[in-house]
T-cell receptor, first 111, second 119 residues
């Protein structure tokens, strides 16, 4: 059974601090996606990681992918309150349109 | 503003009612999806249409009936729902494949969702 697990599930951090969210998956997939969801809102695409070693950065967020370890990280640098949201990673099953979402990480940045 | 439009935004219905959720995109995407999301949980895939044909049905109960009238529209027909079906229903689209294979290196674009409550 394909599993996509994130940790931590909940993260409360102070503004200005750094932290990393981890996404582990159990199938062979070399495409990984990160999404953000604000409370009561839809999902917004953040990053698409297409190959082993891929690294992408946007503002205070940086995502990386290690397909051999089946691990992706989302690193937060100098957190600000506006980053408070739930972050999901997702993988797709090769050759299909099936996307599996991770368990989600609820991030709360305290002012 | 989202490029995937879902209507209605909120829906309250009784267990004997019949209603439909609608989704529309004009990005030329050829794959469209229905997800169900419960509070504080990740989205769960329900159905996928590829080139207007049902590609994936994740063993969804028959009280949910999807329909893809054309490449821009996706409907979800609801009948005799149960209270546990109350959730946020999300529609998404992605570029899709070439017809000869799956091109899945594009993210999904999500609508704002329909919040469904079953009385």
């Amino acid at each position: 059974e394909l599993k996509v697990e994130q940790n931590p599930l909940f993260l409360s951090m102070q503004e200005g601090k750094n932290y990393t969210i981890y996404c582990n998956y159990s199938t062979t997939s070399d495409r990984l996606y990160w999404y953000r969801q604000d409370p009561g809102k839809s999902l917004e695409s953040l990053f698409v990681l297409l190959s082993n070693g891929a690294v992408k950065q946007e503002g205070r967020l940086m995502a990386s992918l290690d397909t051999k370890a089946r691990l992706s990280t989302l690193h937060i640098t100098a957190a600000v309150h506006d980053l408070s949201a739930t972050y999901f990673c997702a993988v797709d099953i090769r050759g299909t349109y099936k996307y599996i979402f991770g368990t989600g990480t609820r991030l709360k940045v305290l002012a | 503003d989202t490029e995937v439009t879902q209507t209605p935004k909120h829906l309250v219905m009784g267990m004997t009612n019949k209603k439909s959720l609608k989704c529309e995109q004009h990005m030329g995407h050829r794959a469209m999806y229905w997800y169900k999301q419960k509070a504080k949980k990740p989205p769960e895939l329900m159905f996928v249409y590829s080139y207007e044909k049902l590609s994936i049905n994740e063993s969804v109960p028959s009280r949910f009936s999807p329909e893809c009238p054309n490449s821009s529209l996706l409907n979800l027909h609801l009948h005799a729902l149960q209270p546990e079906d109350s959730a946020l229903y999300l529609c998404a689209s992605s570029q899709g494949g070439t017809g000869q294979g799956v091109l899945s290196n594009q993210p999904q674009h999500f609508g704002d969702g329909t919040r469904l409550s079953i009385l």
